[in-house]
């Protein structure tokens, strides 16, 4: 019976005709309409490839080791040895603070730790005819002596400004005849070479970083690539932002590159070898666990798969779906096991995350 003629038989049942009966019609008719082949759906064949994401991150130019100087004691500036853009070598004296007023109390606590150790040399000297409190007192009085010329010298030594490592001093705010208070920062000395990029990084990406990972660097200020490493990864998140901190380190003979610029980071991490990578909106997420469907001989095969690490829109494949498979990624979320597939495309995966088709 062809479809005509079920339009009129049904038009007929609907108008009453004569010996119709409505229900042996409606039947009649659903037997007659044509039933689904199966689903229309696309497929792709998937195959190993190599699994890796470019980071790009904004970093800012810091030194790699960065101080700010200054007198514990303050007091009277006395000479400054040297002028902002200078290269110090570590320990070189920057500037003298007090240290003339600081020098004669070494002086002073060394005569009379001379004195306590001359008494109590004399007082040893008389044997048994010294008592035993006489000794004692001596004896701690040359302690003293000795710790007062120990502070002193301690005093002294920090009363000269000293460069804590070879650096380049960025900024010195002193001048011969000042005053300073007590801390006042009044120096800066910063290492130049190597240089560091400080980054934050995100949760996702963090885990791709790994110490000694290679990185380009490039800055507006400056043309060209820098090449350097990643130096340290923060093992802890900032509370407030959520990322972790990163720097990276490459080398800076020049100096041309200086703390304060803003700079662009890329790092090419490898995710291991050859693997299988998917997008990740094929993967159906259920009350069953995360899975992919598969083409087997034309019908709709649920398969559990075990995700690793995401490259931006991708995810490493660690279990469940191996080379060969027919993976169907059109048309998968209307799926139930069984169907039957109708393959409209087919193509293999994935390259750069898109599928090629065959032709």
Known sequence: MNRVAILALLALSA?????????????????????????????????????????????????????????????????????????VTQG????????????????????????????????????????????????????????????????ASRSVIKAPFDGVVTQIDLESGEVISPGQPVARVVALDPIHVTVSVADRDVALLKRGMPVAVTTDALPGIFQGVVHNVDLAADTETRSFLAKVELPNADHSLLPGMIAGVAVDADLGGEVVVLPQDWLITGSSGTGVYLDVDGVATWRPVRPGPLVHDQVVITEGVSPGDRVVFTGHRALAPGDKLIVSREGTCCDAGRVTFNR
């Open 92 to 155: 070189q004296a920057l500037a003298y603070i007090n240290s003339g007023m600081f020098t004669a109390q070494v002086d002073v606590a060394a005569a009379q730790a001379s004195l306590a150790k001359a008494e109590l040399d004399r007082v040893r000297a008389l044997g048994d005819l010294a008592s035993r409190a006489q000794l004692q007192g001596v004896e701690t009085q040359h302690a003293v002596a000795e710790a007062n010329l120990r502070m002193a010298r301690i005093q």
């Open 15 to 87: 108008c009453g005709g004569p010996g119709a009966d409505p229900a042996t019609a409606d039947a009649a008719a659903a037997d007659a309409l044509p039933t689904s082949a199966g689903t229309r759906v696309e497929v792709a064949v998937v195959q190993l490839s190599a699994a890796h994401m470019e980071i790009r991150l904004p970093g800012e130019v810091s030194g790699s080791r960065d101080a700010l100087l200054g007198a514990p004691a303050g007091g009277f500036v006395e000479r400054v040895l040297v002028e902002s853009g200078a290269a």
